[in-house]
């Protein structure tokens, strides 16, 4: 590619970033931050509100213990996987265009997931859901860019985008057990119907349309990128039943070295590729991708399995467990919706690295749950510290994650932030299944067996935690220290 036809290409994006702020009028600003934020906290709340209902889902359509951890990968993994390419389409086809048409395909897998009667229904509407998310997620953190200039107002908007992928998640958690034990786990899904067919609604008159960048597409990126990703992750959650030297589990883990491999050399060649190297040439971005990694690989093993300590091994109904999350969801809100204000304050580094500290405590407490702790101070107090933690992590780790990008890596950056989010809870939970499947005893009760293998997840969450911590402190919160006492 000629360099004349990058200067092209780079001024075709910074007149199209310039484009969509000016066009929009203030007065408009507020309904297309409530609608990017409504369709981003649909896709968020379907990765936790299935959560407090698998119990049910399990007896309802006969997934095994371990094949019930597919109900949440099926999902993850088709959204993690496609994201580079959603983001890459948005890019080329327009992100508006693109917003519509994930959000259509979401709804309508919402629709059969909710209709299905087997296992093979409910994952192959997983996947789709999973598809659609893809689509739409990096067009509504590219859109909430293009909307609001660099500033104030920006801070806000992507604080408050950070905040709903919390806030999203624990209340999922709460919404599914009250639906689950009062009507139906469908209900969950049916719920996605009149919401997305709101937004699909109200997209074309409040969002503006970015235009179309001339591009071409990395179809070698795009394939390589997606069957990479899904065979590392199918490798490592088939290893938690079948064991590492399963014929399976070695062949997928070998296939995914190999094309993700071919990615990045790929990724280094291409003329435009769909996941520019360049975005990791910035120290906190490439903090900010591998702590959201981290991050999200111990709270989604935290979601999944507090859920099945409340209901397996204290006996709580749906409804019961659904409601034990409160007071997480509670203060993660509060302090989420705060986190403007503590950035100006405190500024985003210091912010993030003290919520994830105080994350950290509280799993680690969490991690010594035993079958005879009380909720209050084994369950209740150490998820209080997490919902703090979370509320104050997610917001500075979004904001750093598109630090600093280039109009025209926009969309990139957007899709590295949700593929780190997705493949990190994917990936994480896969890991801690079979923390979860490797703690045996013979002298255990079948409660106290599952609260055992609980813990044994949960301390494989607190060693992500804290491995995130090092890379925040390394990459972001030392290295801007550093910038700082050169610059003076």
């Given amino acids: 590619m000629t360099r004349d036809y990058q200067d092209q290409t780079e001024q075709s994006y910074s007149k199209a ?41 399990q007896s309802d359509l006969g997934f095994s213990a371990t094949g019930l951890s597919w109900i949440q ?10 994201l580079l390419l959603g983001a890459r389409v948005g890019d080329i086809l327009g992100r508006r265009r693109m917003f519509i048409t994930g959000i259509a395909l979401f709804t309508l897998a919402s629709l059969a997931v909710g209709l299905s009667h087997s296992v093979t229904w409910l994952i192959g509407g ?66 996605n119907i009149p919401i997305g067919i709101a937004m699909m609604l109200a997209a074309p008159r409040y969002l503006t349309e970015t235009k179309p960048i001339p591009s071409r597409f990395d179809a070698i990126g795009a394939i390589s990128s997606t069957l990479g990703m899904t065979a590392l992750v199918y490798g490592i959650v088939h290893s938690a039943t079948a064991g590492w030297g399963d014929f399976l589990t070695a062949s997928a883990l070998t296939a995914a070295i190999a094309l993700l491999a071919l990615f990045i050399f790929n990724e280094w060649r291409a003329a435009q590729p769909i996941m520019p190297l360049r975005l990791f040439r910035s120290r906190e971005r490439t903090g900010a991708y591998i ?36 007071p997480m969801t509670v203060i993660n809100f509060v302090i989420a919706v705060n986190v403007p204000t503590f950035t100006r304050r405190f500024g985003n580094a210091r912010l993030l690295a003290s919520g994830l500290i105080i994350t950290l405590i509280g799993m680690a407490w969490l991690s010594r749950l035993s079958a005879d702790s009380s909720y209050r101070m084994g369950i209740a107090l150490p998820m209080i510290l997490i919902g703090i933690g979370q509320g104050a992590s997610l917001g500075p780790l979004t ?18 932030v949700n593929v780190a989010h997705q493949l990190g809870g994917s990936l994480g939970l896969g890991i801690l299944v079979i923390l979860f499947a490797a703690a045996r005893s013979t002298n255990m009760n079948e409660k106290e067996l599952l609260a055992h293998r609980v813990s044994n997840a949960l301390t494989g969450g607190t060693l992500m935690l804290a491995l995130a911590f090092v890379v925040v402190a390394l990459l972001i919160v030392w290295s801007g220290k550093r910038s700082k006492v050169k610059l003076n």
């Fill in 17 to 57: 970033k310039q484009t969509s702020v000016e066009s929009i009028p203030r007065s408009n600003q507020n309904a297309a931050l409530s609608i990017i934020l409504i369709s981003y906290l649909m896709i968020v709340l379907d990765i936790s509100i299935v959560i407090t209902a698998l119990p049910e889902m």
């Fill in 73 to 82: 990968n099926a999902y993850t993994l088709a959204f993690g996987g496609l």
């Fill in 126 to 191: 997983r996947i789709l859901q999973g598809i659609g998310a893809a689509i739409l997620a990096p067009s509504t953190l590219a859109l909430l860019t293009a909307s609001f200039a660099e500033g104030k107002e920006r801070t806000r908007a992507v604080a408050y985008y950070g905040a709903v992928a919390g806030i999203g998640a624990s209340l999922g958690l709460v919404l599914g057990g009250i639906l689950t034990d009062w009507i139906s786990w469908r209900i969950g899904f049916f719920i």
């Fill in 291 to 326: 702590a959201r990694f981290l991050f999200l690989g111990a709270m989604m093993g935290f979601w999944f399995f507090i859920t099945q300590f409340l209901q397996g091994v204290r006996n709580y109904s749906p409804f019961e467990a659904g409601i034990a999350f409160l």
């Fill in 399 to 416: 904001a750093s994650g598109i630090s600093g990008v280039e109009p025209k890596d926009a969309g990139a950056a957007s899709g590295l």
